[in-house]
């Protein structure tokens, strides 16, 4: 399997349980989008722990191209 692959699978799962752990320990009972629910919160940490784990093309001198 890809190292790319599996480094965007475990960004996934870390940011759905911190999802999960900010629903938990911040969220409210209502009139929350995000955070009244604890399966939209898992949601919204999986796809944002997805794309934080998605590696970037650098150039040969480290800037981004």
Do not use: E, H, Q
Not at 32 to 59: E, M
């Amino acid at each position: 399997m890809n190292k790319t692959i599996i480094k965007i699978a475990i960004g996934t799962v870390v940011g759905g349980i911190l999802g999960y752990l900010y629903y938990y320990f911040v969220g409210c009972n209502g009139g929350c989008p995000i955070t009244s629910n604890w399966i939209i919160s898992v949601i919204y940490g999986a796809l944002f722990g997805a794309i934080v784990a998605i590696p970037t093309k650098r150039g040969k001198n480290g800037t981004n191209n």
